[in-house]
C-alpha cells in the first residue's frame, strides 16, 4: 500500500498547487462548481477549512468535498476535525502546531484504520526546530508560513521565504508554503524548495481565470 508521505508526494507532483476551501470561498463560488474547476484542472490535494462551524454543517460540507475529491481520485484533507476526517474517510487531517496532536493523531488513525494507513497528517511549522520536532511526531508534511505578509488569519506570523528554505532543507518530509501565496510569487516558494503550496486568497478569482491559471501551471508556463 501506498504511504501516507508517497500519496501526498505523488498528488503534489502532479500539481503543486494546494487550494483550500473555507466559508470565504462557498460564499463566493459554492463547493461544488469551485471543486468541479480547481480538480478538473489537475489539483489533486485540497484543503476544507471552516473554522467556526457547527458539527451538522461541517460534516455536510465535509461529505460533499470527499466524494468529489474521489470523484477525481484527489486526496481531501480536512482541517482540525480529525474524528469526522476517519469517520467519513477523508485522505488525511491538517493539524496545528502541536507535537502531542500530531502523535494523538497518529495513534488514533492507526487505531481506526491499521498500522499500514495512508492516513495523511499535516502540520504547521514556523522555525527548524518545530519542523524538526513535527516530523519526528508522525507529520506525513508541513505547511509553512506565513510566506508573505497576509491578511487571511489575524494571528499569522510572517516567516519569509529566507526561512521556508531552512525548513525544507532540515527535514525529510514534503513542505508547503503557505500565507500570502499568489499568482505573482508562488515560484519563488517552489523554488525555496517546498514541494507545492497552499491558498486560499489566489483561488478567490473567477473561476475562468482560476482554470487558466492552473493550466498555465501544469503546462509549465509558470
Known amino acids: 500500500m501506498e504511504s501516507a508521505r508517497e ?3 505523488a498528488g503534489l507532483l502532479k500539481c503543486p498547487a494546494y487550494p483550500i476551501l473555507d466559508t470565504t470561498t462557498l460564499a463566493i463560488h459554492g463547493a461544488d462548481e469551485w471543486l468541479d474547476t480547481v480538480l478538473s484542472s489537475g ?3 485540497v484543503q476544507l477549512r471552516l473554522k467556526n ?9 465535509a461529505r460533499k ?31 496545528g502546531l502541536a507535537d502531542a496532536l500530531i502523535m494523538d493523531a ?6 481506526k484504520l491499521g498500522v499500514h494507513t495512508s492516513f495523511i497528517i499535516g502540520g504547521s511549522a514556523r522555525t527548524v526546530d518545530h519542523a524538526r520536532s513535527l516530523a519526528d ?4 508534511y508541513l505547511g509553512c508560513g506565513a ?22 532543507k532540515s527535514v525529510r518530509i514534503p513542505i508547503v508554503g503557505i500565507g500570502g501565496v499568489n499568482w505573482g510569487n508562488f515560484h519563488e516558494v517552489l ?13 478567490l478569482h473567477p473561476l475562468d481565470e482560476i482554470e487558466s491559471h492552473l493550466d498555465k501551471l501544469n503546462s509549465g508556463k509558470r
Open 7 to 9: 500519496k501526498l508526494r
Open 43 to 45: 489539483v489533486r490535494i
Open 53 to 61: 462551524a457547527n458539527e451538522a454543517y461541517f460534516q455536510y460540507v
Open 65 to 95: 468535498f470527499i466524494a468529489k475529491c474521489n470523484e477525481f481520485s484527489a486526496v481531501s484533507i480536512l482541517n482540525d476535525r480529525l474524528d469526522i476526517a476517519l469517520t467519513l474517510g477523508a485522505g488525511g487531517v491538517h493539524l
Open 106 to 111: 497518529r495513534a488514533a488513525a492507526i487505531r
Open 137 to 140: 511526531a508522525g507529520a506525513t
Open 147 to 168: 510566506c508573505y505578509q497576509t491578511q487571511t488569519k489575524d494571528d499569522t506570523v510572517h516567516i519569509g521565504v529566507a526561512r521556508l528554505t531552512e525548513i525544507a
Open 191 to 203: 523554488l525555496a524548495g517546498a514541494l507545492g503550496f497552499a491558498a486560499i486568497s489566489m483561488f
